[in-house]
């Protein structure tokens, strides 16, 4: 089954704008404060640069060529994206909650 038109376009520029949401989240928590790392910050840290790894692998993941012409990437492009939202939505959640 064919992705449906712009599918390619509405990830790459999702992931995109999570990731500069993302960052933000970093720079606004904190991640550069001087004052030592507790095991929440680091695990925080963790989730978020895993988040930023999946979202950054969107628009390769979509993006590279395939053999047959029924091969899609889009559902592990979609997968990869969910996972790095969930990534990224529980480092917030995290760094808020503790």
């Known amino acids: 089954m064919r992705a449906p038109t712009g599918s390619v376009v509405g990830l790459c520029s999702a992931s ?3 990731c500069a949401m993302g960052m933000a989240f970093l720079g606004y928590w904190g991640v ?3 004052s030592p790392w507790r095991v929440v910050d ?3 840290t963790i989730l978020a640069f895993t988040g930023f790894a999946l979202l950054a692998s969107v ?3 979509v993006t590279t060529p395939v053999t047959d012409d029924g091969a899609e990437r889009i ?7 969910a996972f790095g939202v969930l ?3 529980l480092a917030a959640a995290l760094a808020i909650a503790v």
Request: positive net charge.
């Open 87 to 89: 990534a990224i939505w």
């Open 42 to 44: 680091r695990l925080v």
């Open 59 to 61: 628009p390769w993941i």
């Open 75 to 81: 559902r592990p492009a979609r997968q990869a994206f």
């Open 16 to 18: 995109a704008t999570l």
């Open 32 to 34: 550069h404060e001087p």
